[in-house]
């Protein structure tokens, strides 16, 4: 047999079951579509997992939804909670982070439960739009990391070019949702529920119904999804991570001369390097089990292997809750918010009536928040004097500039500049 003429995963169902007298029928009573629930007595339709394998899953997928949710979330609301947090590159993070807690809510359970029990208890409107959900995900986490990749790129490779203003970026996030939309409307579409009626009357299960040709339109659709979500944006994120690791490893700082500009030069590669490498590895390393595999068994059907399958799944819902996590963990930033709103939490929870001198001395330890106030203080008014200065330089009859403060203002710009050139760029 070619691979053209290789059954569809529903006539290898539809052959099984006709051994066993078995009868397939669609599911179309509005009874069935919105109340179908699972039969109360058992059956022996197919189940290859074990009870302790079961019980090993549940424990597993259950640490990792809770994980993810507690990431992501705590990612939206140090964004969302901190106005100075609300640059592109963390708005693009709050976004991923939300199309992680959608993945993990409408998703993730709804496809073990079919995995567990080798049927469909939820209906037919969650039959369409519990994989479409999914994909849809996936494709929003996936764009989102290939944008942030490309604005750190050009805002560290072409400092000089103009950054992307808050405006933009909330245009390329609707942009985002708008194509991850379309592009997982089949598995909105292509989907229906199949009743096993000689097992037992009420038992359906979920399957993919492809309009003919059949096997163009399978293929076609595995290979978009495997371009789309997998290959381009690992090929787009690596090249854009190199060239920004390759350019901060070769920057020479003014005044490099200096022992501890070079100590701190030498630190921000390390720190920047560490952070790029983890987040390529955690995509292409996640999800590139399940993509070869589901690649594999397309073209060879008896190779499939249900325990398998179940383990590459979990691996790759694993960058819902490490992804987050090496951007918070490996930003200064992120990681001190995330402390200061943990501490405000524990304050929230165990005390009825916090002392206010208590609350910002520990914001000042964990956090630094007294000293990043002072510095953002200090900067306003330096600006402030600066722009004073600058407006007296005017002449009120020629509009030229004196040369009588000249010294002056030079000094306040040197002194305004000097502070804001420590900055790690990575953190930009």
Not at 17 to 41: G, M, Q, Y
Not at 51 to 80: A, D, K, M, P, Q
Not at 125 to 142: E, K, M, Q, R
Not at 347 to 369: C, H, I, Q, S, Y
């Amino acid at each position: 047999m070619t691979k053209g003429d290789a059954p569809s995963l529903f006539d290898v169902l539809k052959e099984h079951l006709s051994k066993t007298n078995t009868t397939l029928r669609p599911v179309s009573t509005l009874n069935e579509i919105f109340n179908h629930e699972r039969p109360a007595t058992t059956y022996d339709f197919p189940s290859p997992y074990s009870s302790e394998c079961r019980v090993l899953f549940t424990i597993l997928y259950t640490l990792l939804t809770i994980i993810s949710l507690c990431g992501n979330s705590t990612v939206c609301y140090v964004v969302l909670r901190n106005k100075r947090m609300r640059t592109v590159t963390n708005f693009f993070l709050a976004n991923q982070a939300m199309s992680d807690v959608i993945m993990t809510f409408f998703n993730i359970p709804f496809i073990v439960t079919k995995e567990m029990t080798r049927s469909w208890p939820f209906g037919l409107v969650a039959c369409h739009f519990v994989d479409f959900i999914g994909v849809l995900s996936v494709y929003v986490s996936t764009f989102t990391l290939t944008a942030i990749a490309v604005d750190r790129h050009r805002v560290i490779v072409h400092p000089l070019k103009p950054r992307i203003t808050m405006a933009t970026a909330i245009l390329i996030t609707v942009f985002i949702w708008a194509l991850s939309v379309t592009l997982s409307l089949p598995y909105l579409i292509w989907k229906d529920l199949i009743g096993l009626s000689e097992v037992d009357p009420t038992l359906v299960v979920c399957f993919s119904t492809f309009p003919k040709p059949t096997e163009l339109y399978k293929h076609l659709l595995t290979y978009t999804t495997l371009l789309l979500q997998y290959v381009i944006p690992l090929v787009i994120i690596s090249t854009s991570y190199v060239s920004i690791g390759h350019k901060l490893w070769s920057r020479t700082a003014v005044g490099d001369v200096i022992e501890s500009q070079q100590a701190a030069n030498a630190r921000m590669k390390i720190r920047t390097t560490r952070m790029l490498v983890a987040v390529v590895a955690v995509f292409s390393i996640c999800w590139l089990p399940i993509h070869v595999y589901l690649l594999v068994t397309f073209y060879h059907n008896s190779w499939k292997h249900d325990f398998v399958y179940l383990c590459f799944h979990w691996f790759a819902m694993l960058s819902v809750c490490i992804s987050p996590i090496a951007f918070c963990l490996l930003n200064e930033n992120f990681r001190n918010d995330i402390k200061i709103a943990i501490g405000r939490l524990t304050t929230k929870l165990f005390r009825k009536t916090p002392d206010k001198v208590t609350r910002a001395n520990m914001e000042d330890g964990v956090g630094g928040t007294k000293s990043q106030d002072t510095f953002a203080n200090t900067m306003s008014k330096e600006i402030h004097t600066l722009s004073e200065d600058i407006a007296l330089t005017k002449s009120t009859t020629a509009g030229k500039y004196t040369t009588t403060p000249t010294t002056q203002v030079t000094g306040k710009i040197i002194k305004l500049v000097v502070p804001i050139a420590t900055i790690d760029v990575s953190e930009a």
